[in-house]
């Protein structure tokens, strides 16, 4: 069972707009920043957002990142079929000694 | 242009240790900031982090893990090599590095090898 807590699916239909949630706590979302990596099918994880709502150099502005407390967002805008891909949220937990907590990863199909 | 790539076996018979290296370039290991990281994938399910490396030779470990884990690095050789000791068939699955990078205010995993697909069984 995952720290961060994510939709398994979401769906949308081409040029629509969807949005996937992340779920934490103090200790994590609540204290540091949020990343995003989307993991095409067989492909390994890439950096999507950072820093909550930071795009990387080369990554569209369709994509775009929000937080608010210890919960996170994730919105694609205009939907596109190679959009289809499992979505991860990330955080910095500050718990124990420290460490790294993933969400359970939500599956994006594009209808 | 920052590249890693895991190598190891792909093949582990339960019990035995797990050895994985990860090569890396474009970037030191001695530069203050800089760290690499280790998460896994079983089959069909999420990324799970396992272990990070700081440039100061610091290390975190995942809680659930840390037992079995052992994260080192050979900076000469650009190198970071992961252990897990006494595998079991749950420890199946594909096994990535990634780098430590600094985004506009905080670190993430900014880029990551193409992984490597353990299997363990007997």
Known sequence: QSVL????????????????????????IGSNTVSWFQQLPGTAPKLLISDDDQRPSGVPDRFSGSKSGTSASLAISGLQSEDEADYYCAAWDDSLN?????????????? | QITLKESGPTLVKPTQTLTLTCTFS??????IGAGVGWIRQPPGKALEWLALLYWDDDKRYSPSLKSRLTI?????????????TNVDPVDTGTYY????????????????????????SS
């Open chain 2, 72 to 84: 080192t690095k050979d900076t000469s050789k650009s190198q970071v090599v992961l252990s897990l």
């Open chain 1, 98 to 111: 420290g460490y790294w907590v993933f969400g359970g990863g939500t599956k994006l199909t594009v209808l």
């Open chain 2, 26 to 31: 474009g970037f030191s290991l001695t530069t």
């Open chain 2, 97 to 120: 590095c990634a780098h430590r990078g600094w985004g506009r205010k905080s670190w993430t995993f900014d880029y990551w090898g193409q992984g490597i697909l353990v299997t363990v």
């Open chain 1, 5 to 28: 807590t994510q939709p398994p699916s979401a769906s949308g239909t081409p040029g629509q707009r969807v949005t996937i949630s992340c779920s934490g706590s103090s200790s994590n």
